[in-house]
């Protein structure tokens, strides 16, 4: 695919916007799946859709193959309660993401893993090592 032709496109072609979307959902935990914190390959519905739940961001979470498998046509904080990986600050993360507040969200994961501070303040001698896992 050639890249100018996708900036232009852009404007055109909604699959392109949702791509765009779907990458920038997963850059709010820097690839790392919102109930588990492994690599996010996937976008998952937290009301599924369904029991009617929409296609946006407040709706679409970052997950893994393996959660987003799992979890199914489960309703995300029914299912997450019942994980062995739970964790209050990640449902907590996953409410406020629900509410629209992303930033809490994002601040709520950092502070259950306390890796995804280079979000934030990247240290120059550090490199993100999401990819290692
Ligand atoms: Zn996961």
Same mark, same amino acid.
């Given at each position: ?14 699959? =392109? ?13 820097? /690839? ?18 369904? /029991? ?29 309660? /019942? ?10 993360? =996953? ?24 979000? =934030? /303040? ?12």
């Amino acid at each position: 695919m050639h890249f100018k032709d996708a900036v232009f496109l852009e404007d055109l072609c909604p699959k =392109i916007r949702f791509r765009q979307w779907r990458q920038s959902i997963h850059k709010f935990t820097e /690839k790392s799946c919102i109930y588990c914190g492994k690599p996010s390959e996937s976008i998952d519905h937290i009301l599924p859709r369904s /029991k009617g739940g929409l296609s946006n961001t407040e709706n679409c979470v970052p997950a893994c193959l393996s959660c987003n498998g799992d979890k199914s046509n489960n309703e995300a904080f029914y299912w997450y309660r /019942k994980q062995k990986f739970y964790d209050p600050r990640r449902a907590m993360a =996953i409410r406020a993401w629900s509410d629209g507040d992303i930033r809490l969200a994002v601040r709520l994961l950092q502070w259950a893993k306390p890796s995804l501070k280079t979000l =934030i /303040k990247p240290k120059t001698n550090e490199s993100i090592e999401f990819d290692a896992a």
